[in-house]
Nanobody
Framework: QVQLVESGGGSVQAGGSLRLTCSMAGYTTNNYCLGWFRQAPGKVREGVAGMHMRGGDTVYADSVKGRFTISQDRIKTTLYLQINSLKPEDTAMYYC???????????????????????WGQGTQVTVSS
């Protein structure tokens, strides 16, 4: 079972940037699908970006394309979410998640869906003021 710990959230003004970090530990295979999700108060959890631990293609929700970038470090212990041109509607708790999935399932089906993931971090808050 993989352990995930997010950090990097904060309060920023619209137009600013943040880089969220998710430290990953405890996995024994590279066959994990990785995702970033967010949940605003009163709203359902939304998958915003995904990629497979083996690398390759990345997928994004339409609402964040061109502004968010998911990546991982070379030794696959840290997952990142670079967020640029922040908007007030990006305000939410952001979570990273992981689950054992094939590359094709992870990287070709569009943005990640939360029911597909069973390992979650505790979340990091992003607040964007106008």
């Amino acid at each position: 079972q993989v352990q995930l710990v997010e950090s990097g959230g904060g309060s920023v003004q619209a137009g600013g940037s943040l880089r969220l970090t998710c430290s990953m530990a405890g996995y024994t295979t590279n066959n994990y699908c990785l995702g970033w999700f967010r949940q605003a108060p009163g709203k359902v959890r939304e998958g915003v970006a995904g990629m497979h631990m083996r690398g390759g293609d990345t997928v994004y929700a339409d609402s964040v394309k061109g502004r968010f970038t998911i990546s991982q470090d070379r030794i696959k212990t840290t997952l990142y979410l670079q967020i640029n041109s922040l908007k007030p509607e990006d305000t939410a708790m952001y979570y990273c998640a992981a689950d054992l999935r094939s590359y094709d399932y992870c990287a070709t089906r569009g943005p990640p869906a939360s029911p597909d993931f069973h390992n979650w971090g505790q979340g990091t808050q992003v607040t964007v003021s106008s």
